[in-house]
């Protein structure tokens, strides 16, 4: 019998097939010189559907944020966000963005300092910067994927607070 598989990515997992790879649901950013952070998912865009993997427009909006900033600040991003990105905008044919500095808050923490997890969440419980929102794991993802709109407003919240 054949099992429909979810995973982050396929490294060391033995799946036969994949029936659709992962797309973007939502960014979140915010300007060095604004208080309001903004957050899109693909439910904002005309024409949306539950099971919808069609990031492409939430791809480009995120791409003329990204040619607009000098320096874009994450936390894993360098390992995980802008080569997710990076992978959804060459899906989509969309060229990379202009050229801007990357600054990792993850590595640049642990240049100076061992914590014992260096997680966004870890480090903001310990240095009391406060918790990241809590939700249910993989199934607010999936609850997403299904249009479910009070999933999709706590996912949007999650996001946005992570910025």
């Known amino acids: ?12 997992t033995n799946a036969i097939e994949v029936e659709r790879h992962g797309h973007l649901l939502c960014f979140a950013y915010k300007w060095l010189s604004q208080k309001r952070t903004h ?7 005309v024409g949306y559907k539950k099971h919808s993997g069609n990031d492409k427009a939430l791809c480009k909006e995120l791409f003329v944020l990204l040619d ?5 600040v994450c936390h894993n991003g360098n390992s995980f966000d802008l080569k997710k990105i990076n992978y959804r905008f060459l899906v989509n044919g969309i060229k990379h ?6 600054l990792d ?3 640049e923490i642990k240049k100076i ?9 870890d480090l903001g419980s310990e240095m009391k910067f406060g918790r990241k929102i809590k939700h249910d ?3 607010l993802w999936k609850k997403c994927y299904e249009a479910d709109k009070k999933s999709w407003k706590k996912m949007k919240d999650y996001n946005k607070q992570d910025v």
């Open 1 to 12: 019998m054949a099992e429909l598989i979810w995973s982050w990515e396929l490294w060391d």
């Open 39 to 45: 957050v899109r998912g693909l439910d904002d865009f």
């Open 68 to 72: 607009e900033a000098d320096v874009v």
């Open 97 to 102: 963005p202009s050229p801007f500095v990357r």
């Open 105 to 107: 808050t993850k590595l």
């Open 113 to 121: 300092a061992k914590f014992a997890s260096h997680k966004l969440d």
């Open 137 to 139: 794991g993989w199934a």
